[in-house]
């Protein structure tokens, strides 16, 4: 069995004085590309959020690499943060900054090597995310959606994590761009040995780089595995969503 790297149990979540989490576990096992779906209002961001230390729950558990998130002292939350990186829905890119220096931001803050060697690593970064080599110096103002996604990525990637978290990654990219972005996520996790936990709309995505999807519903999870297994489920949420999409031919990935 492939070790758990991420693990979420009984976790309830209140924003608002409205109920989002109600007794939700879930898990993602060392190398796994997995998907979380559900429909609007079922807490997806939330839930990456508080799985990544930024929002935390009223109750339950998260573990990262065996490691208690909202038990963790802000030494060990530091190390944990450092094993993964985080693609924000907007990119969250700083303005102000070349995009080799927003590349760079997380070796600035997390290691002690010196800023012209960080700079030299981060455009490797860039390169990994398929951007030419004069992307570096630029402002995120002077990129296209698609170029910013992949900056986004290359800092997420800046120090080599073990897992990726991706909120709605392909959101707001043209067909052709999101389906490029979707193919280097599934090349990086097969040559790097990532693992991937993404929250998305996007059935193309689902049907053609994913492992194993995760539905929310009413607070909890619905539903876990395949397309084909997701499909026998009797939900009206559900059997909507996957009638909007009919695939061409077999997918490679979650079925």
Known sequence: MAETILDVRALSTVLGGNSIHRDLSLSVARGE?????????TGKSV???????????????????????WEATPEQLNRLRA????????????????VEDNVATPLFEHTALPHNLCRQLARLKLSLANLPADTAKKKPSELSGGMRKR????????????LLFLDEP????????????DSLIRLLADTLGLTVFLVTHDLDTLFSIVDRIIVLSNGRVLG?????????????????????????ETPTHGN
Do not use: H, N
């Not at 094993?83 to 070349?98: E, M």
């Open 33 to 41: 590309v997995v998907a979380l779906i559900g429909g609007s209002g």
């Open 47 to 69: 839930l990456m959020r508080e799985i990544i230390g930024l929002l935390k729950p009223r109750a339950g558990c998260i573990e990262l690499f065996g490691q208690s998130v």
């Open 83 to 98: 094993r993964f990186g985080v693609l924000f829905q907007d990119g969250a890119l700083f303005s102000s900054l070349s």
């Open 151 to 162: 900056v986004a990525l290359a800092r997420a990637l800046a120090l080599d994590p073990e």
């Open 170 to 181: 392909t959101s707001g990219l043209d067909p052709i761009s999101a389906r490029a972005f």
């Open 224 to 248: 876990s595995g395949s397309i084909a297994e997701l499909k026998k489920i009797d939900d009206p949420w559900l059997t909507a969503y996957f009638a909007a999409r009919v695939p061409e």
